[in-house]
């Protein structure tokens, strides 16, 4: 979806050039309104209604219009209700739903979606738009207020075509970006150009534009927790999963799902096999070049279990280079993990086989604990309060055990890499401080020039952004509060998520991100999310009887794709990539030390870049000059010798 | 066979450069000497990560020939420039 809104009304051929730009995300059809203050555009995926479902949609008498990117998963009790109130539909999509539950419930008509959703809503009478975005972030919404107009769309590529002014970086983003792996919502990469933050909706009346918070994740105070047994509780988990998962399946195309051999995706597959009459139809990645990364021994084993029809793609090295380029185009955002990349593959390879729809595993990790980053969290925890033990940080020692450190793991060094913040367990950032300290490094690379553009600390910027409250909550919850609204709200729904779905027209839905699910479980005791180690330990309970003991008791091992070794074989890159990473190109774009950059290059050519650092240094810098020449420079055309994937802008 | 003050000496600003030069160039992706004081620490300057330590290992064991043990993997052998002539001294003459 895209649209405007300005004083003189906009023209239809604006509305036009913005949309095309979003084919992507829309490729079966396009609806326009015009009125005099207000246009509005869209590009549909049909997935439902498919014969009138077509947008904009307005009410009885035409005073309210929406557009929508999304689904609204209870829009047929919706849909009754409204009717019984005496509402009258001339669709039976679940779009219409939205115009009149504003009717009947004003702004508050958000909270009675059960949704993922970027809605832009115009009341004709009132000369009032409501711009609002689901309650986790999974559909992208963007906005940028000029003097005589807002725009705002889907992605920020559309705003950009009738834009005349060159786009330039806005530069604290990318330092929040390389601290916490996306900027500080609401802040964009772009200058000027601001998201509708999750759980958030934007009201333009007049010339005023506030932004509202409607929902938020929210955790007990101490000790203010669900009673009931573990069983009880397990039980009304495993329910409030089924009914997630069976809202999701509502569509009138066929839906897939997405396996990965791990515990998430394999409850979700469970769970459409047991109860509904879906016919499951799966899909996965696999890596060939580097067998660690690979779970295909797992995925089998759930296909054979399931006797799902599954297809698999495989993922080699040189495809990650092939497809960086139009990773970016559709992120809009540089990356320190080329791990999107095998994302949009997988997608692609949903729509090679006819599928718009998928199921993911999403969010079990946020919603009932399941990182690292938790359990790291937790021994730290332990740790600081006998900071002179030494068997406590030993237990660090059985963190990352995929990873091959065993060398450098001396205790002195665990308690210096993950010892951030030891004495102040208390302070809000504690559990991620060891990460946002080991990816800031890559602001080493900084040119002085960008560092004269940053007048505040990212760190404080972010501390800014937690609700007071936090402070009562278990660290634990502290903990789940940041990874949603940071990595998973930032990153993980958008490079990795939204973005490498639509790169192909397909439609990610996560039962674990349904706001009941996640509503429940925020109330759930932090012991039954991980009870001593054992990671979402309620979960495992309350699926164990459709699980193998096998994808239960695995090790979790986290979703990685190779990165420097993408790009780099025996010390070359492929041409694209010299180009970007040259001395002059650094220089041109600005962002960057020139000379550090071609330092890390011979790093890399002596095969001498192993660690953490360097990769995400190699792909932060790499994703960056990719970006600059796409957005700022405009220059598509440049990498289109090299791009295996079409930009999406035909 | 003994060696003259002066050679130790000779020897000792050889292993310092080579160090510096490694960690001026692969950590901190710079030639600037001022960027390094000799006793800084490279984990409180934020200069080497948990895979960082890997790399360095690796570097003292080809550049100078010697076999770093686990129980060797501590600051006080590897945390400054410093340190780690101290220990190649130390490793050097142990064998």
């Known amino acids: ?650 | 066979m003994s060696v003259s003050p002066e050679n130790m000496q000779a020897s000792q600003n050889e292993v310092r450069e080579k160090i510096r030069r490694n960690i001026l160039e692969n950590y901190l992706f710079t030639d600037d000497p001022a960027a390094l004081n000799d006793a800084d620490s490279f984990l409180e300057k934020g200069i080497i990560d948990s895979t960082g330590i890997l790399e360095l290992i690796y570097f003292m064991e080809d550049e100078f020939g010697i076999k770093v043990q686990d129980e060797e993997m501590i600051p006080e052998n590897l945390d400054s420039v410093d340190n780690l002539i101290a220990f190649v001294a130390r490793k050097l003459n142990s064998d």
Not at chain 1, 34 to 43: E, I, K, S, T, V
Not at chain 1, 495 to 511: A, I
Not at chain 1, 606 to 615: E, F
């Open chain 1, 1 to 650: 979806m895209v649209a405007l809104q300005g004083g003189r009304g906009p023209g239809r051929d604006t509305l036009l050039a913005m949309a095309s730009r979003l084919r992507h995300r829309g490729p079966d059809g396009e609806g326009v309104y015009l009125g005099a203050r207000a246009g509005l555009a869209h590009r549909r995926l049909s997935i439902i209604d498919l014969e009138s479902g077509d947008q904009p949609i307005h009410n009885e008498d035409r005073s309210v219009w929406v557009v929508f990117n999304g689904e609204i998963f209870n829009y047929l009790e919706l849909r009754r209700e409204l009717q019984a109130a005496g509402h009258r539909f001339y669709t039976r999509s679940d779009t219409e739903v939205i115009v009149h539950a504003y009717e009947a419930w004003g702004d508050d008509f958000v909270g009675h979606l059960n949704g993922q959703f970027a809605i832009a809503l115009w009341d004709e009478r009132a000369a009032r738009l409501l711009l609002v975005r689901d309650r986790v972030g999974i559909v992208p919404l963007f906005y940028r207020k000029e003097r005589q107009r807002l725009l705002f769309a889907s992605e920020v590529k559309a705003m950009l075509a009738v834009t005349p002014e060159s786009p330039r970086l806005h530069a604290p983003g990318l330092d929040q970006l390389m601290t916490f792996w996306s900027p500080v919502s609401p802040a964009s990469l772009f200058e000027g150009v601001q998201e509708v933050s999750p759980g958030c909706m934007v009201v333009l009346e007049g010339d005023e534009l506030r932004q509202r918070r409607y929902w938020d994740w929210e955790f007990p105070l101490r000790d203010d927790y669900l009673d009931g047994s573990e069983a009880a509780l397990a039980e009304q988990l495993h329910e409030l999963l089924v009914d997630a998962t069976r809202l999701r399946l509502r569509s009138d195309v066929p839906v897939g799902a997405y396996l990965s051999g791990g515990l998430d995706s394999s409850v979700l597959v469970s769970l459409i096999h047991h109860h509904s009459d879906t016919p499951l139809r799966t899909f996965s990645i696999g890596f060939s070049d580097d067998a660690a990364l690979d779970e295909s021994d797992y995925q089998q084993e759930m296909v054979a279990r399931l006797g799902t029809e599954h297809s698999r793609i495989q993922c080699r090295n040189r495809d990650i280079a092939d497809r960086f380029v139009s990773a970016i185009w559709h992120t809009e955002s540089p990356l320190l993990r080329t791990a999107p990349v095998p994302m949009g593959m997988l997608s692609g390879l949903v729509q090679a086989h006819g599928f718009k729809v998928v199921l993911t595993g999403e969010g079990a990790d946020e919603v009932l604990g399941g990182y690292d980053i938790f359990k790291e969290a937790k021994i730290r925890r332990f740790w600081a309060r006998d900071p002179d033990s030494g068997y406590r940080p030993a237990l660090l020692k059985r963190l990352y055990p995929y990873l091959d450190l065993s060398r450098a793991q001396g205790l002195a060094y665990l308690k210096q890499f993950f010892g951030a913040g030891i004495d102040d367990p208390e302070q809000p950032g504690f559990s991620h401080l060891p990460r946002w300290n080991t990816t800031a490094r890559c602001k080493e690379f900084f040119s002085d020039d960008l560092k004269g553009r940053l007048r505040e600390d990212a760190m404080e910027v972010m501390g800014r952004s937690f609700p007071p409250e936090m402070a009562r909550w278990h660290g634990f919850n502290r903990a789940q509060y940041i990874e949603a609204k940071s990595l998973m709200g930032g990153y993980l729904l958008c490079s990795q998520g939204d973005r490498m779905l639509m790169q192909h027209s397909v439609e990610g839905r996560f039962p674990f991100l349904d706001h009941r699910v996640i509503e429940f479980a925020n109330r759930l005791h932090p012991k039954l999310k991980m009870k001593v180690l054992n990671e979402k330990y309620l979960l495992k309970k309350a699926m164990q009887r459709y699980l193998p003991e096998r994808i239960v008791r695995r090790y979790k091992q986290p979703y990685r794709a190779p990165d420097i070794a993408a790009f780099f074989h025996e010390g070359q890159a492929p041409d694209y990539v010299e180009a970007m990473l040259a001395a002059d190109a650094v220089r041109a774009a600005g962002y960057f030390d020139a000379g550090k950059v071609g330092r890390l290059v011979q790093k890399i050519r002596r095969g001498r870049a192993i660690g953490y650092k360097d990769n995400m240094a190699l792909v932060g810098i790499l994703s960056t000059q990719v970006w600059h020449e796409l957005f700022v420079n405009g220059r598509e055309g440049y990498f289109a010798p090299v791009v295996a994937d079409r930009l999406g802008t035909q």
